[in-house]
């Protein structure tokens, strides 16, 4: 229904469908998620997980986390970017607003639940938003859950996506096809089967991003591929 096609070093549209509509995001929220996490928190900073763990949507995607579990944000990140994970989202979005809410000396002294540490966060991502001059976007969850209030545009999240792809931590997880977590005892396995070497759909000179999925925003994938000196991201809503 929504598409574009742009060129990451002269940022030329390529292609463009509806890349203005407002669109629901699905998953695809998770590359802002990931975003404003590393801009409060450092990959070896470790988080215990506590009840947001569990208020996530029943129909959820899960990494696996459970209440009492220590992890680190980068196994957090994994979670979150390979097996898209909601669990990790909220884990991660509660550690962040709690982080954010301690740094600031005027909130000494205060403590702070999980709904506010996660409203704090998403109120970040919002900030961002404004900063990058979104124009029609808005979040209202750090997972991309269906909100009618939750909404961005191909163009506006190709604008995202060129943000992930320039942050090599967050580029490095989107590139794996699997990755094995110490703390479940599993691995995950990318939701994109463009990078899945076995797959049918496997293409070599994708470099893995974000895929999405939900009841109201359907399929979508958020893609950088590389050929030659060309780097490309597309995304399809």
Do not use: H
């Not at 980068?74 to 989202?89: H, K, Q, R, T, W």
């Not at 002294?109 to 900063?131: H, L, P």
């Not at 996506?161 to 997880?173: F, G, Q, R, V, W």
């Amino acid at each position: 229904q929504a598409a574009i096609l742009v060129n990451v070093d002269s940022k030329a549209v390529m292609y463009g469908k509806n890349m203005d509509k407002k669109m629901y995001p699905a998953s695809t929220t998770k590359l802002m998620t990931a975003l404003t996490v590393l801009q409060t928190m450092d990959t070896d900073d470790v988080v215990t997980v506590g009840d947001e763990v569990s208020m996530i949507a029943a129909d959820s995607s899960k990494a696996g986390f459970s209440k009492g579990q220590i992890v680190t944000v980068e196994e957090l990140l994994e979670g979150l970017l390979i097996s898209s994970g909601n669990d990790a989202a909220y884990i991660l979005a509660k550690a962040t607003g709690q982080k954010i809410f301690e740094n600031n000396i005027e909130n000494e002294g205060k403590s702070f639940t999980a709904s506010q540490c996660i409203q704090r966060f998403v109120f970040e991502m919002n900030k961002n938003v404004r900063d990058m001059e979104l124009e029609n976007t808005n979040f209202t969850s750090p997972d991309g859950y269906d909100d009618k209030e939750q909404y961005t545009t191909a163009s506006d999240l190709s604008k995202i996506a060129l943000e992930a792809y320039n942050n090599k931590e967050i580029l490095k997880i989107c590139q794996m096809g699997s990755k094995y977590s110490k703390t479940l005892g599993k691995t995950w396995k990318s939701t994109n089967e463009l990078i899945n070497k076995s797959g049918k759909y496997y293409n070599q000179y994708c470099l893995g991003m974000k895929t999405g999925s939900t009841d109201l925003a359907g399929k979508c994938l958020v893609s950088v591929a590389k050929k030659d000196d060309k780097t490309c991201i597309s995304v399809v809503l």
